[in-house]
């Protein structure tokens, strides 16, 4: 996917989770986030996007502290503010990525084709994620994800944001999951062990191998889905291994 691509997801995705949310009592729990209500769902992700919108305007090639970060948010809005407010922030981000030159300089956190790829992409996944997120809470069930941007999605969470030294996702001794989408092209084939996780696109023997849908694999290895929501076949404790330590914090 292309950068325009990201930013239509984005621009698509961060349009449905405030309809949710419009739709919805801020104190509603969030099923796919156990110790969210909806309020706190919104202010998280209008917070991203403001933090990540400061990168792309300000071109700050460093990570920002605490204290910069905390002023970039401001005062938490109220309920009756909530979704105006996400909004704002949305739009914001998307018209600073949008007016973003291509050789814009600025700190990433994972490997990209440049700076500006990289806050598409994660924004457009950061979102998508969320606004299933909100509708969990709201108890609807939106449009699904395209298969082109479910694919990419799946690539960025294995070969990207777990495969950080930071994931908590290790094993004593290695174990494999294969990943393979029923309407996309190829298989990962995911190592996890005691170093960080490492991924191959091949398709190989593995311990666990997940099949579906793309949208469905992206949500469940997001842990938004339950595990019958693909075909699963060998050591199902993996998935568990999986729901425990594949968390984003």
Do not use: K
């Amino acid at each position: 996917m292309d950068i325009d691509a990201h930013l239509d997801v984005l621009d698509r995705e961060g349009g449905l989770l405030a309809d949710a949310a419009a739709a919805t009592d801020p104190a509603a729990p969030v099923p796919t986030c156990p110790d969210w209500l909806l309020r706190d769902l919104v202010v998280h992700t209008g917070r991203v996007h403001r933090w990540a919108g400061a990168y792309v305007t300000r071109g700050h090639t460093a990570p920002l502290d605490d204290d910069a970060t905390a002023a970039l948010w401001g005062p938490e809005p109220s309920d009756a503010d909530l979704v105006d407010w996400f909004r704002a922030g949305h739009a914001d981000l998307l018209a600073a990525l949008r007016n973003a030159p291509a050789d814009l300089d600025c700190w990433t956190f994972l490997p990209a084709p440049s700076p500006l790829a990289f806050w598409a992409r994660r924004q457009a996944h950061e979102t998508a994620v969320h606004r299933h997120d909100a509708e969990a809470a709201a108890g609807l069930a939106g449009p699904r994800l395209a298969t082109e941007p479910a694919l990419d999605g799946i690539d960025e969470l294995l070969r990207g944001m777990l495969a950080r030294p930071r994931t908590r996702l290790r094993s004593e001794r290695p174990r494999t999951v294969a990943v393979r989408a029923t309407d996309g092209p190829g298989t990962w084939l995911a190592t996890i062990g005691p170093d960080p996780l490492t991924v191959e696109l091949r398709d190989a023997p593995a311990d666990l191998v997940l099949t579906g849908p793309a949208r469905d694999l992206y949500l469940l290895l997001w842990n938004r889905l339950r595990p019958d929501a693909v075909e699963c076949e060998g050591d199902r404790a993996l998935l568990d291994l999986w729901r425990e330590r594949a968390a984003i914090g």
